[in-house]
């Protein structure tokens, strides 16, 4: 019967060093902000606007972001 188990612990992240490791959904923000910021980057350029406006905008969106994510998870999932 061992073949019907079922793990509901999955594989969480990498393990890197002892105790040090990185998950996957951490992964998943940065990658998610670092091809945000790609894909802004191209369309800045596309219509020429500075650059120099770009790195201010990645922050506020960066804060913002979690800033929202946080205040919705307390909000919806622990009220």
Do not use: C
């Amino acid at each position: 019967m061992h073949f019907l188990e079922f793990d509901w612990n999955p594989l969480t992240g990498i393990d890197i060093v002892g105790n040090f490791k990185i998950h996957f959904y951490s992964l998943m923000w940065v990658l998610a902000f670092v091809i945000g910021w790609n894909i802004m980057k191209r369309i800045f350029i596309r219509e020429d606007v500075k650059i120099e406006y770009l790195d201010p905008l990645f922050i506020y969106t960066v804060l913002a972001t979690m800033l929202g994510a946080r205040l919705g998870h307390v909000i919806f999932y622990q009220p």
